[in-house]
């Protein structure tokens, strides 16, 4: 009989998975453990609506009546600090000690640290939580130049607000070209003409070398020796997943908590979702994904799991973002072997979107402003339907035609 469930994590995962399990009839006691004082909120918001000033704060992800309706025990501001894998048993940092049947184990991902001469200077930010963006907010300032140290999904939705804020902004991006792993060279490099157009300043193969300034920030050197001015930086060079607690308590891990397609780890007692999870693809292999979606789905699988409802479930990564005014939504794995199939042209400013096709099967899809057919190329990526590519490309054809068996 399962009487007592921890989650340690407050965020997506953690919430999703309370509310699945008292869903799904189970009574007993859920204890939810979270490092930040507030009530679980939404974070996808803090790169685009607050710090857009659309909002003040993020929605909540339940709001406070909720929690106590369905009985669920809040540690918030209270991390845990100790798994004990045998004697099932979390301990937090107040010195309470909870016991648990099951354990779910949702603590996200850390920032990478920059790590570089001056990079503890203030005025360097990164943007993990409300507390981190209300700093980075508070730099937001028209005429004021800010350099992002990275050129991924959350770097450049910074740009795109910081542009419209007023702000003199430069990518700093390693690579040859932005977002090549998310949404594929082409898609990536129509992103940064769009960033570029809204007056963003793009530096690729550029890597820091040092931060200059007394106390507060001033300028950025580049390996080159180029000196670019800056008042602020966002250092935003990806995370690791935060496995040091179960790695300590001897649960298998590497680079993320090691879990099967039901989200349970080495240990029969102990589950893991979200970003910390290095979950099994559909398409092979297995991997954190920190997006949203796949987040929910496996939090949920997770859940269902601790109950004794084993409902396998293979993940596809999908996610999506908002850029230069433009919405992008993506699912599968745009790099990899195979053909790239478009439907509309990007330069026209209609919905567009391109499959990464291969043997005919839909694999994986980017959509540009084009929400509707996104819902239909979602279903063809996860059926890996095959589809003739003059169709797939022929603006006349309706998609959903392309779902019809075909014999």
């Not at 049947?101 to 920032?111: E, K, M, N, S, V």
């Not at 898609?187 to 300043?201: D, I, K, P, S």
């Not at 908590?257 to 589950?271: F, N, P, R």
């Amino acid at each position: 009989m399962i009487k007592n469930i921890v989650i340690v994590g407050s965020g997506l995962a953690g919430v999703t998975a309370a509310r699945k399990l008292r869903g799904r009839g189970y009574n007993g006691s859920i204890h939810l453990i979270g490092s930040e004082k507030e009530l679980p909120y939404d974070r996808p918001t803090l790169s685009k609506d607050v710090l857009g000033r659309r909002i003040e704060v993020p929605p909540k992800l339940m709001d406070d009546a909720w929690y106590e309706k369905e009985k669920i025990d809040l540690h918030l501001g209270d991390k845990a600090v100790a798994i004990d894998a045998r004697q099932r048993s979390v301990t937090l940092e107040s010195g309470l000690t909870l016991d648990f049947d099951r354990l779910l184990f949702a603590t996200g991902i850390q920032p990478r640290t920059l790590s570089v001469t001056g990079g503890g200077l203030d005025g360097v930010h990164r943007l993990r939580d409300l507390r981190d963006c209300k700093s980075l907010l508070s730099a937001f300032e028209a005429g004021r130049n800010l350099v992002i140290i990275g050129g991924g999904l959350i770097g450049c939705e910074v740009a795109t607000v910081a542009r419209k804020a007023g702000l003199e902004v430069t990518i700093v991006e390693c690579a040859d070209e932005l977002l090549t792993r998310v949404l594929g060279r082409q898609v990536g490099a129509w992103c940064r003409e769009q960033l570029q157009a809204l007056g963003v300043r793009v530096e690729l193969r550029a890597q820091v070398e040092s931060i200059f300034g007394e106390r507060c920030v001033r300028s950025v050197m580049l390996f080159d020796g180029r000196e670019l001015v800056a008042d602020t930086i966002l250092a935003s060079i990806g995370g690791i997943p935060d496995d040091n607690l179960l790695s300590a308590a001897g649960i298998y891990c590497e680079t993320g908590v090691l879990v099967d397609a039901c989200g349970k780890t080495s240990c029969d007692e102990i589950y893991a979702a979200g970003d910390v999870a290095a979950w099994p693809l559909k398409q092979g292999g297995r991997r954190s994904l920190e997006t949203y979606i796949n987040t929910q789905q496996q939090a949920e699988t997770a859940s269902l799991a601790m109950l004794g409802d084993f409902q396998p479930q293979l993940q596809i990564p999908t996610s999506w973002t908002e850029i230069a005014g433009q919405r992008i939504q993506i699912i599968g794995d745009m790099n990899g072997p195979g053909e790239y199939v478009w439907r509309g042209e990007l330069t026209s400013g209609e919905p567009a979107f391109v499959v990464r096709l291969l043997y005919g099967k839909c694999l994986a899809a980017v959509a540009i402003n084009a929400s509707r057919d996104f819902s239909v190329l979602s279903r063809l990526v996860i059926s890996e339907i095959k589809v003739s590519t003059v169709l797939l490309s022929d603006t006349n054809v309706s998609l959903r035609e392309l779902l019809k068996p075909r014999h």
